[in-house]
T-cell receptor, first 115, second 108 residues
Framework: GAGVSQSPRYKVAKRGQDVALRCDPISGHVSLFWYQQALGQGPEFLTYFQNEAQLDKSGLPSDRFFAERPEGSVSTLKIQRTQQEDSAVYLC?????????????FGPGTRLTVL | GQQVMQIPQYQHVQEGEDFTTYCNSSTTLSNIQWYKQRPGGHPVFLIQLVKSGEVKKQKRLTFQFGEAKKNSSLHITATQTTDVGTYFCAVNNNDMRFGAGTRLTVKP
């Protein structure tokens, strides 16, 4: 079956541009997570959805970051007025149950480069 | 959120040698997960440990959860070149906190 997919796989943005990153979780998965992974670091938690409800957004680094999952399936992470420090790989993961207490299935990530 | 310290940061071994990475927390953990990320790839779930003192094996990989549930280890016996990658521990409290990872390289 299909795994988690993300698009685009690569995105180059000029500083100040807005970007939108898409995540298609595994069908039927309740939980969806977004992470930011800088080069050589572990994934850093950004936000968590249970179905369409955003239950935790404590990891979003600033109000320029916004995530949504309006129908409880596809999710979009939007970054407004991108800055160079936003350059990283953005990973999406989904899980069949609520919470993060079970296996998470990661997508391939979107590599964002802000010039 | 909970913080986890993972050591070592890097480990370079000769093929056939053993490898161990450690994950330590200052607070008691409800559970811990381990992930492997190949170079250029994404994290892939390996295992979850829940019980105090738990030991689980997957072929050449042995995972342990400390008695106090504050530390965990991943041990690989007789490493192979296919073991190359970064190994992360991850703990959760609704969010998920990853360790910094141990990058393993294996010389054939």
């Amino acid at each position: 079956g299909a795994g988690v997919s993300q698009s685009p796989r690569y995105k180059v943005a000029k500083r100040g541009q807005d970007v939108a990153l898409r995540c298609d979780p595994i069908s039927g998965h309740v939980s969806l997570f977004w992470y930011q992974q800088a080069l050589g670091q572990g994934p850093e938690f950004l936000t968590y959805f249970q179905n369409e409800a955003q239950l935790d957004k404590s990891g979003l680094p600033s109000d320029r970051f916004f995530a949504e999952r309006p129908e409880g399936s596809v999710s979009t992470l939007k970054i407004q007025r991108t800055q160079q420090e936003d350059s990283a790989v953005y990973l999406c993961a989904s899980s069949p149950t609520s919470g993060s207490f079970n296996e998470q299935f990661f997508g391939p990530g979107t590599r964002l480069t802000v010039l | 959120g909970q913080q986890v310290m993972q050591i070592p940061q890097y480990q370079h071994v000769q093929e056939g040698e053993d490898f161990t990475t450690y994950c330590n927390s200052s607070t008691t953990l409800s559970n811990i997960q381990w992930y492997k990320q190949r170079p250029g790839g994404h994290p892939v779930f390996l295992i979850q440990l829940v019980k105090s003192g738990e030991v689980k094996k997957q072929k050449r990989l042995t995972f342990q959860f400390g008695e106090a549930k504050k530390n965990s280890s991943l041990h690989i016996t007789a490493t192979q070149t296919t073991d190359v990658g970064t190994y992360f521990c991850a703990v959760n409290n609704n969010d998920m906190r990853f360790g910094a990872g141990t990058r393993l390289t294996v010389k054939p």
